[in-house]
């Protein structure tokens, strides 16, 4: 809890400072400059992106349009695994009417102050109305088990008891080439289509509103 707590202290975004086009692998940094491995080992500068609202208050996220220069277009498709080793696909957008795609790195401490509540969310609603996907940018299906048991470890302990995808670049083409910062979540329909795209980290109440407002849309 005290990991937590300190985390809640960050702003809300986190920059990707690299995109790996050969493996599409997706890497970074947040918080103070400074020099961090990040669990597979590679070095990256560190660098924190916080949004303020007109009172001057962190966290606040940015919405933009459908397209919102993501580089999303509408009928995503995709073939990937999850934490456990299932294979997922864009067939799950059908088992929805409204899901959210919340891409997360292990770094970031504004991803990961937020996925408590986002776990609460996932269970708040049926999951013929609702469901919540993670994908975790910074490790890859092909990554050493060292570092996809850590991003597992994380989620465990946040509490985020819904799918997490691991990126390859199936995954990269059709939903993370335009983004540069996490967290960043897209609201998809049944057919496969971004209606809302969200850059940086709200609050359960946040949230809530703007999925309600796309439910009822």
């Known amino acids: 809890m005290k990991l937590l707590m300190k985390m809640k202290k960050s702003g809300s975004v ?20 400074e ?20 009172n001057g208050q962190t966290g606040q996220a940015e919405s933009e349009d459908a397209d919102g220069g993501s580089g999303q277009s509408a009928g995503i498709t995709f073939e990937a695994r999850d934490l456990e080793g299932n294979t997922v696909t864009e067939t799950v957008f059908a088992e929805s009417e409204l899901t959210m795609v919340n891409v997360w790195a ?38 050493e088990a060292e570092a ?3 991003a597992a470890m ?17 995954l990269f083409r059709s939903m993370l080439s335009g983004v540069s910062a996490v967290p960043t979540t897209f609201f998809v329909n049944e057919k ?7 850059v940086g980290a709200m609050d359960k109440d946040s949230w809530k509103e703007k999925i309600d407002g796309l439910l009822k849309e």
């Open 35 to 54: 020099e961090k491995e990040n669990v597979q080992g590679a070095g990256t500068e560190e660098t924190e992106e916080t949004a303020a609202d007109e």
């Open 148 to 150: 996809v048991e850590y």
């Open 154 to 170: 994380l989620v465990e302990q946040t509490g985020a008891a819904y799918p997490h995808l691991l990126l390859n670049e199936s």
């Open 192 to 198: 496969g289509e971004v209606l809302d795209t969200v």
């Open 14 to 33: 986190c920059l990707l400072v690299s995109l790996l086009s050969a493996t599409m692998a997706v890497s970074g940094g947040c918080g103070r400059t």
């Open 106 to 143: 292990t770094y970031c401490n504004p991803c990961l102050s937020e996925m408590p509540e986002l776990g609460e969310l996932a269970g708040e609603y049926s999951s013929d109305e609702f469901q919540i996907i993670g994908i975790v940018s910074d490790v890859q299906e092909e990554s």
